[in-house]
């Protein structure tokens, strides 16, 4: 496993997908199954999606808006969206007047169940992502859809959890 700290802005989040977040102590872990790289990410020079565990350290909040789909996306696209909703992840024993806080947004979808993630707002005071693949799309029969997903997700929360 390599640690990558801060460097956030050098993933594209938008498109990205993750597993749901897990609260250890004052951290909030976010599995990372599909993890887009910038080139100008540090491990960008090795391939384009990585997977591991996203670590925001000293959370004072978390709060997102979800829109979850229901039916199957690779079905011929007969399923539809639930009614957006708010989630937060708090309460966190931390607040604003504590720490240096930064503020780091995320988008993209949780892989199970199928759910589009929009202005997810994570604030506190650092962030490194604990990197336990990297993958060359080029070299990928498949591209994306080759990965096995679920084995990915499963091993980062076992790695997150101990």
Not at 14 to 26: A, D, F, H, L
Request: aromatic residues 12%.
């Amino acid at each position: 496993m390599i640690i990558y700290r801060e460097n956030f802005d050098e993933f594209h989040v938008c498109e990205s997908t993750y597993g749901r977040p897990i609260k250890n102590g004052s951290d909030l872990l976010v599995p990372a199954i599909k993890l887009f790289l910038t080139g100008n990410h540090p491990a960008g020079q090795y391939g384009d999606i990585a997977t591991g565990t996203m670590r925001f350290k000293n959370v004072v909040s978390s709060t997102r808006d979800i829109s979850e789909y229901v039916g199957d996306p690779r079905r011929g696209g007969k399923g539809y969206f639930k009614p957006s909703e708010d989630v937060d992840d708090g309460p966190f024993d931390l607040t604003d007047n504590d720490i240096h806080m930064n503020e780091y947004l995320i988008e993209g979808k949780f892989s199970d169940p199928h759910t589009c993630i929009g202005d997810w707002i994570i604030k506190a005071e650092s962030f490194e992502f604990e990197c336990v693949g990297i993958y060359d799309l080029k070299l990928i029969p498949g591209g994306c859809e080759y990965l096995n997903y679920r084995t990915i997700e499963d091993a980062i929360k076992q790695a997150a959890t101990g």
